[in-house]
């Protein structure tokens, strides 16, 4: 199939395992530890288990499986605010499919859809105008959800929402912003990061410059890249060339999708739609500052949370077993986490990253448990 | 019976009234006639004998049906509930002879739109040698059902010569599939969720039988199902919690058209878990290997078909993936969502 399968080419693949193999012998002998590099992104580390690439490189190269899928790091104070408007009569609730398992502390959008919720599963905001203009008498919310990737057609939405003078239609905003998390993560002592795997779809949008900041202050090498398997063996052969050269830049193996200056076009909707908020909250990482955004004035009407004065929830601590903040942060592995596969697993989830098939958790159940 | 488009199934047809007996009378009775259904008794009165001349066993099934949309490209509700449970007959080795059928309508639901389900279940029968013999009618009111529920039980007779089943499967064997996966789940998926890609989509509905037969003369044949709900990944887990064994198989060897592997590329699913409707996963001896699937692309339904794994000693299902590294093959928990991104 064109465009997936060139990226799948078995023996570009074996070439680029001989140079990745090649270069990390070179740098294990002058290291006594594994080098460990950030996949940032959820559906990279979804594409790296998947594909088994874990599995095929050498042993000195150790995944860390970040902060970057927006259904793992979603609060349950968040899901219960989506949950106190669903259940409302008046209400249509429309979100994207993934978010309907994640817990909260009275359950998933999925049980309040139990329980007689109009909760609707949609795959482009879009569809969600075409149902507010069908139901004037009912009010339709749509839970905008994710990173710079999804947050251009939420904002799309919403200036058309605004231009049909759509008086029925608002949205639950919990679209955040990586940058600053990555920031957050690298200010942090005990993380040990050695090189990242940045996300190409939220690239796409704000272009390569803003990492700029993990190559100059924090020394780091980070390479965006896609999501096929060649992308991602081709930007970790670029990675250790890196480390092996000693250098730390900002380099983009994904250059058929993602410009230096990302896509302007988007970032005009954004800017017109979405301002940063003073901090948001992130399951398992605490609160970040600037780390997520708000409607701004001109769109503040459309703000469901204003518009529903749903309570204020309170942040829900997590059990203290639980460690997917350390997951999230490097600091373990899946199954190095106590509950991992026995009160945390996809039917029974209690951390989020076990929710989203995108999570670290729940792919390393999925496609490695019990592997030898 | 000539219906407009302003006909429609009301709670009168359901009474047990002439209304019911009109709808029996003119749809149902002409659209399946046979001598057990046309003596109108309240059941079926099949003769032994004719069953006994086939086999020494009967196998006997049943399933309900309840697809939205109705009608899709490829097939309909009426053809998908006889198809469905012939399959579930002849996967057993029996030649599948007799179906009951059960409809529960919503009220509103166009008359046309019944006719051309029952149309579609007689036409579809009488290609498979099935009689349909006895059936059940209810409405309920509107909103307490979905258009139209089919259910529908079937039998047929085992020859007394195969002895087909899971228990059989032994490590070594081979995992063969009958043709291309997913093509039903995903045009369901893509009707469903209007996702606009009707390019290729179309159901593999299908009656299996004729494909089925000439695998009974095939020495070495261990287990056959219909790969439906949860797909060939549901199946290799029953073969597997039923023999004890493993199942290994390999990505690059499964067939799958590329309309669907552009729907799961682009919604982050897998073809392996969708749902067929005319397909089969059959666990061979290696020597049988080849000569099944000789048999199987002989039939225009099995012209897709390949070897896609065997059968190992290790109690688990995996996937041999195209670099060469394994995942294990979860069952699916529930339904399949869609990633965000």
Known sequence: ?372 | MAFTEKDVVTMAHGSGGQAMQQLIEQLFLQAFSNPALNEREDQARIPLSLLTSVGDRLAFSTDSYVIDPIFFPGGNIGKLAVCGTVNDVAVSGAVPQYLSCGFILEEGLPLQQLEQIVKSMADTATAAGVAIVTGDTKVVQRGAADKVFINTAGIGTIPASIQWGAQHIRPGDSILVSGTLGDHGATILNLRENLGLEAALTSDCAVLTPLIAPLRDIDGVRALRDATRGGVTAILHEFAAASGCGMSINEGDLPVNSAVRGVCELLGLEPLNFANEGKLVIVVAPEAEQATLAALRAHPLGKDAEVIGTVTDTARVQLKGIFGASRLLDLPHSEPLPRIC
Not at chain 1, 201 to 209: F, K, L, P, Y
Not at chain 1, 224 to 244: K, N, R, S, W, Y
Not at chain 1, 270 to 288: H, T
Request: aromatic share 8%; charged share 20%; net charge negative.
């Open chain 1, 1 to 372: 199939m064109q465009y997936v399968d060139e990226f799948r080419d078995p023996e570009l693949a074996k070439t680029l395992l001989a140079h990745i193999r090649h270069k990390v012998s070179a740098i294990a002998k002058a290291s006594e530890r594994p080098l460990q590099l950030m996949e940032v992104c959820g559906g990279h580390t979804h594409a790296i288990y998947k594909f088994g690439i874990d599995q095929l490189l050498p042993p000195e190269i150790e995944f860390v499986h970040g902060p970057g899928c927006p259904v793992c790091v979603l609060p349950m104070g968040r899901i219960d605010g989506c949950i106190e408007i669903a259940e409302r009569p008046e209400v249509i609730f429309c979100t994207y499919g993934d978010a309907m398992r994640v817990p909260g502390r009275n359950g998933s959008l999925l049980d309040a859809k139990r329980r007689g919720a109009d909760v609707r599963i949609v795959y482009s905001p879009l569809d969600t105008l075409t149902f507010a203009e069908q139901n004037p008498d009912k009010q339709v919310v749509f839970f905008g959800l994710g990173f710079e990737t999804t947050m251009p057609s939420t904002a799309l939405t919403l200036q058309q929402a605004k231009r049909r003078g759509l008086t029925n239609f608002s949205i639950f905003c919990q679209h955040i912003t990586i940058i600053p998390t990555l920031r957050s993560l690298l200010e942090q002592p005990d993380v040990r990061i050695d090189g990242f795997l940045a996300p190409g779809h939220v690239s796409m949008v704000i272009g390569t410059t803003p990492y700029g900041f993990i190559a100059e202050d924090f020394h780091k090498p980070l390479v965006v890249t896609g999501f096929e398997p060649l992308d991602i063996l081709q930007a970790l052969a670029m990675l250790v060339d890196q480390i092996h050269d000693g250098r730390c830049e900002v380099e983009n193996q994904y250059k058929r999708i993602v410009s230096q200056q990302g896509n302007a076009l988007a970032r005009k909707a954004l800017d017109d739609v979405f301002e940063l908020k003073e901090s948001s909250e992130w399951r398992g990482l605490g609160s970040i500052a600037g780390s997520g955004v708000q409607l701004t004035p001109a769109y503040r009407e459309f703000d469901a949370e204003l518009r529903f004065n749903t309570q204020e929830h309170q942040e829900v601590a997590d059990d203290p077993l639980a460690r997917c903040g350390d997951v999230l942060t490097g600091r373990c592995k899946p199954n190095d986490c106590p509950l991992f596969g026995t009160r945390c697993t996809p039917q029974n989830a209690f951390g989020a990253l076990m929710v989203s098939s995108e999570g670290a958790c729940a792919a390393y159940y999925q496609y490695r448990r019990g592997l030898a």
